[in-house]
């Protein structure tokens, strides 16, 4: 009688771990079939300016992350910095979010020579802000830094390619002119604004946010 009782319940939970493990497979499977093939794996050069055309012609390198949402909700309203609190090659980032256990990417990135890449095409959204509602709204920037911790400063020929890429993104998008508010309702924002416990974009960068945004709004101007 005894043994009876101990019995079922072992059953059941084999049972239900084999339904929760089937569950998990199909939404798993259902994922990856829905994602673009030409996602998470290297690209030939006639691929890469195919996908550059639709995008910044800015751009000298393209490894598409599969961590995006494929399309993004509403239009690109804003630009986001961040940095990548390192010195990565453009190659080496897009390894990184190339990656699906890294749940992360950015739609752009800036090495500290100024080259510029692409991981996420501005149609999609990247997961770079810790927020869905930014992200959907944002195209995304990672700018590398040539000083590690401290105030995080990034290269000039980083500093410049970066407001050109912003003049890009505008004039490509329709954005007449980009504000910085200091805070996540200007039309310019930074992580920090959304995550509590970052320091990203570092002071370095952050300082000059009201400086970029003139820069940039200066050539939407002229
Ligand atoms: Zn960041």
Redesign the pocket.
Known sequence: MRKRETVWPVWFLLGAFFLLLAAALAAWLTEMSTLPANVGRELTAEEQQAIIADNSPLTQYVRLSPNATFPREGKIEKITI?HMAGNLSLERLGEVFANPGRRASSNYAIDIDGNVALYVEECNRAW??SSPENDHAAVTIEVANDEIGGNWHVSDESYWALIDLCVDICRRNGIKELTWTGDETGTLTI?KFFKED?A??GPYLEGGMPYIAEAVNRQLQS
Do not use: G, Q, Y
Request: aromatic fraction near 0%; charge should be neutral.
């Open positions: 961040h770079t802000s992580h970052t990203c974009p």
